[in-house]
């Protein structure tokens, strides 16, 4: 790596009565850096998704075209979380991540802001594409750093702390809209629509994005060798089963990484093809939920902008539960307790799936009434935030499994390599064909390829878990334990 993406150097080991303050202090210094500089990703990851009704509204683009341009994140993502995460490997986590953050808000910025840059659905399918591109940048560092700064018995919490900051981040895009939507009424003295605001959704989140970058690079830092600290495993005595300090420590070459860490760990393969199903879930209801929310459910842009936040926010509690049932009563089975919750997910997108609307002899009945007041929509509100709370667990439990079947210096690929089937597979799933299936088979089609999704995501991660002994017990073998 050259310039400024360059990994700091290792320097001289500090006294060793420094040793513990310091690394306490730069630890939450850092997990300060890669929680709010993934959450900031986050206000500009799927911000899109909340302008695609008023697109639809204005006359501009219809689901199945909206779908098709929506394919552009799923495939720049996939492809460069796993290039950038072979890169970020390789990088410097301190400047690789802001950077990408300032560029994904450049994007979503000049969306907002310049009309040329939605003025067709090429020129609009390259702008998400350069800003799924940029958010590829955002996944690895953080993974690279969380590998360095904690040890294996305490990764599982502290990751699923981190992966909070997907839904801290994701919320804000829905909070922003309806600030908007304030905005909107104060001037004109009319409810907003969608129509309305399609553009603040876009533009206000990605100006938030570039500001964030500021503070992220500010507090980051690289491994902890590059502050004077010893190995994280030497620090806190706590080595894995698979540990061997000259991979665990020492720069891999791109051959070692690539074919003997990821393309010949079959157990990675098996998460990476369930991971395209997870997301299908995952971004089959954040995607479109705003869009069949207001068509299907008679949702207003308000009911939407709610319903899309309390999705991201129940995720935090069930992300932090998964997390702490995966290291404390599964004892680190991650594929175990993906398993349970991915059943527990699928059953719930049936329940909003077959929840009644509001029937149309009722509609002036609820006219002009907030959402926990029609019985109906607080049922898909509560429907929308169980699946919100169990499906980030099974999306964390991936990129944290991943991270575990390699040495330190691979992690970052090998989480690529899982999100590369997630977001080449699931994303690009959930935008065009979940989009496809609803715009020419009703929404019905569109919940048929979630839910089968659903299924398929539990039989693999049923083979995970019967796999999941037999690979730690190959480990051991292989380095004589």
């Keep these: 790596m050259f310039g400024p993406f360059k990994p700091a150097p290792h320097i001289a080991e500090l006294p060793k009565e420094k040793i513990d303050s310091t690394y306490k202090r730069l630890r939450w210094q850092v997990f300060a850096g890669i929680f709010f500089g993934y959450a900031a990703y986050y206000f500009v990851r799927a911000n899109f ?3 695609q009704k008023g697109l639809i509204e204005a006359g501009l683009y219809n689901k199945a075209e909206l779908g098709i341009i929506g394919t ?73 750093t969380m590998v360095h700064w904690w040890s294996k018995s305490e ?15 994701g919320m804000v895009p829905g909070a922003m809209v309806l600030l908007a939507s304030a905005i909107y009424f104060s001037e ?5 629509t969608a ?14 994005a570039m500001l964030a970058a500021i503070p992220v690079f500010f507090v980051m830092k690289d491994t902890p060798q590059s502050c004077g600290l010893p190995a994280i495993e030497k620090w806190r005595n706590d080595y894995p089963d698979d540990y061997n300090e000259k991979t665990y420590e020492n720069d891999l070459t791109a051959k070692e990484i690539f074919v003997t860490y990821v393309l010949k760990n079959k157990l990675l393969w098996y998460i990476a093809i369930a991971n395209v199903f997870v997301y299908l879930i995952r971004y089959g209801v ?15 842009i308000k009911g939407t902008a709610w319903a899309y936040t309390i999705y991201e926010l129940a995720a935090i509690p069930g992300t932090l539960i998964c997390g702490w049932v995966s290291d404390h009563l599964f004892k680190g089975k991650r594929g175990l307790t993906g398993f349970i919750f991915m059943i527990l ?10 929840n009644p609307a509001t029937p149309e002899s009722e509609l002036a009945q609820y006219a002009g009434k907030a959402w926990y007041e029609n019985p109906y929509q607080l049922t898909d509100f509560i429907l929308m935030t169980t699946i919100g709370f169990l499906i980030y667990g099974p999306v964390m439990l991936i990129g944290l499994h991943a991270l575990e079947l390699a040495p330190k210096k691979a992690a970052g690929t090998a989480a690529g390599f899982t999100g590369l089937f997630g977001y080449l597979g699931g994303t690009v799933s959930a935008s065009a064909v979940v989009g496809w299936a609803a715009e020419y088979y009703g929404w019905d089609g569109g919940f048929y390829v979630m839910i089968a999704g659903g299924i398929l995501a539990v ?11 037999k690979h730690k017990a190959a480990l051991g073998d292989h380095y004589g334990k």
């Design 459 to 469: 039989l693999l991660l049923l083979i995970v878990t019967i796999q999941e002994a």
């Design 286 to 300: 954040l995607k479109w939920s705003p869009v069949y929310l207001g068509e299907v459910k008679h949702f207003n």
């Design 188 to 192: 004109h003295g009319v409810q907003a």
């Design 49 to 51: 998704d909340l302008a």
């Design 155 to 169: 990764r599982g919490t502290i990751v699923s702390i981190w992966n909070c900051a997907h839904n801290v981040g």
């Design 72 to 144: 552009g994140a799923g495939l720049a993502y996939g492809l460069s979380k796993f290039i950038m995460a072979s890169i970020s490997d390789r990088s410097n986590p301190k400047v690789f991540l802001p950077c990408g953050l300032l560029l994904s808000g450049l994007c979503m910025t000049l969306m907002g802001l310049m009309p040329w840059a939605t003025s067709g659905i090429l020129v609009m399918f390259v702008m998400i594409f350069l800003n799924g591109w940029f958010q590829g940048m955002g996944w690895p560092p953080c993974g690279r």
């Design 195 to 208: 129509k309305d605001v399609w553009q603040q959704a876009l533009y206000y989140p990605g100006i938030a």
């Design 345 to 354: 997910t699928t059953v719930a997108v049936v329940a909003l799936w077959l």
